[in-house]
């Protein structure tokens, strides 16, 4: 199990370089977390950007049969977050990245792709 979850976040971070996401940052939260088991946070160049990005997470997680729980953000796409239950998928704007600092709330974090 723990390994097809690596190899799913693995293809999630592939995928999103695949359409040039900038900062892929994949966190290991495990027992730090209650929601989710890893994040994947990127960075768009642009709010369109940001939306092609999730739609083609969206048609590469149905391909692969990955269940999408959830997902937030579409509207503004300023920070998009796709919920895929073991796994969080955050896209943001460079800006909104900064502002908000996502990766700061994990201290300790592990990070197994960057």
């Known amino acids: 199990m723990e390994k097809e979850l690596e190899e799913k976040v693995c293809l999630l971070s592939d995928w999103l370089q695949e359409k040039k996401a900038s900062s ?22 642009a709010t369109l950007h940001n939306k092609a990005l999730a739609d083609y997470l969206f048609d590469k997680a149905s391909e692969h049969k990955i269940k999408i729980l959830g997902k937030e ?17 955050h ?24």
């Open 24 to 45: 892929v940052v994949c966190v290991d939260v495990r027992g730090k977390c209650s929601f989710t088991e890893y994040l994947v946070i990127c960075t768009g160049t």
């Open 73 to 89: 953000g579409l509207e503004a796409c300023t920070w998009i977050l796709i919920d895929m239950n073991d796994v969080i998928v």
């Open 91 to 114: 896209i943001f704007t460079e800006e909104t990245l900064a502002m908000y600092k996502l990766e700061d709330l994990w201290k300790n974090k592990s990070i197994i792709q960057e």
